[in-house]
């Protein structure tokens, strides 16, 4: 399986693969680059503006320490942002979303993911229910890359939130069903989209909450568990071990419930007890380690055995 680098949720999720979306002249971007940060967020909430604003701001984000904060407490400017998000529902269904309409709603939920991350504005954006607002994009199903992105980037906003633990935001998430849509998201998303999707339920899953709500019903956990066995079938011919770490990861975690481990003893994915994923396993000794613990908390000493006496083989213990 392939190597990949570490996910960083902080980060532009597109990179090079956004195309630039502005439509001032030559002379008129060269004006707008001197401009100050303040006046970038005053740009936002003028119509004529706002579209090279979302560019620049989303794409300096990471150099200015204090720009969520102004965001969120400048007149109008979530507003704004909201703005442009409702203004392409109507485009969600059926799928008719342009590439730079996409590109210009994500410029937009970029700078949401940043107020999202800040530790002053965390709260104050989960209070207001923003998240709410991203959910009928993670709830498309078309493959295109304008939809894909659109996903992504809203992911993206979500792992920003469960990305530094707190009860408070695992409970809003679970009482507004992101579970459904982030599944939905591990069945037809790309490489990266799963990743993302399968995180932000992966750190669900390690607050005792999450792991609590998961496990309630047989329902619930069979959900869960037969998407990451598909997902798991599926790396076997689009490897990544990127995603295999976090799947292993949520297999282990859900294996601490004493009725989920149970059921895994007959549900546990195939390939991850038939050594399949061992070649794999040599690049990442930690991961690797989680396999060694979620059989043996499955199957018990005896049982896993066979199993881990194979991964040690192969990781050279």
């Known amino acids: 399986m392939s190597n990949n680098p570490p996910l960083n949720l902080n980060a532009n999720l597109f990179g090079s693969q956004q195309p630039s979306s502005s439509s001032q002249s030559p002379h008129q971007q060269r004006e707008r680059k001197g401009a100050s940060l303040e ?3 005053l740009d936002l909430c003028d119509r004529d503006l706002r579209e090279s604003a979302l560019l620049d701001l989303s794409k300096k984000r990471e150099a200015f320490q204090d720009l969520a904060p102004l965001l969120w407490h400048s007149f109008g400017t979530i507003a704004a942002l909201l703005q442009e998000i409702v203004s392409i529902y109507p ?3 059926p799928p008719n979303l342009s590439p730079s309409q996409s590109n210009r709603v994500c410029n937009a939920l970029a700078l949401l993911q940043c107020v999202a991350s800040h530790p002053d504005t965390r709260i104050l954006f989960l209070n207001a229910h923003m998240p709410l607002y991203l959910y009928p994009f993670l709830n498309t199903t078309s493959k295109t890359k304008p939809f894909e992105y659109l996903r992504l980037t809203s992911l993206g906003v979500i792992g920003a939130l469960v990305k530094v633990d707190d009860t408070e ?3 809003f998430l679970l009482q507004t069903e992101i579970i459904p849509l982030c599944l939905r ?6 490489e990266l989209s799963k990743t993302v999707a399968t995180f932000i339920v992966q750190k669900i899953l390690l607050d005792d909450i999450g792991l609590r709500y998961i496990c309630a019903t047989a329902e619930r956990f069979f959900a869960v568990i ?7 079938e599926s790396l076997s011919e689009q490897p990544s071990m990127r995603l295999l770490k976090h799947i292993i990861r ?8 004493s009725r989920a481990c149970e ?4 549900h546990l994915p195939k390939l991850l007890t038939d050594r399949t994923v061992d070649r794999c396993l040599r690049e990442d000794p930690a991961t690797g380690r989680w396999l ?8 018990g000493e005896i049982g896993a055995a066979a199993f881990q006496g194979g991964l040690e083989l192969m990781m050279g213990n």
């Open 39 to 41: 006046q970038l967020v």
């Open 292 to 299: 060694q613990q979620l059989l043996l908390n499955v199957y």
């Open 185 to 190: 998201t591990m069945e037809n998303g790309s």
């Open 169 to 171: 935001v695992i409970g």
């Open 250 to 257: 949520c297999c282990l975690r859900l294996s601490d419930n």
């Open 91 to 93: 485009y969600l269904a």
């Open 226 to 232: 037969q998407v990451l066995s598909t997902m798991i």
């Open 263 to 266: 059921a895994l003893r007959d």
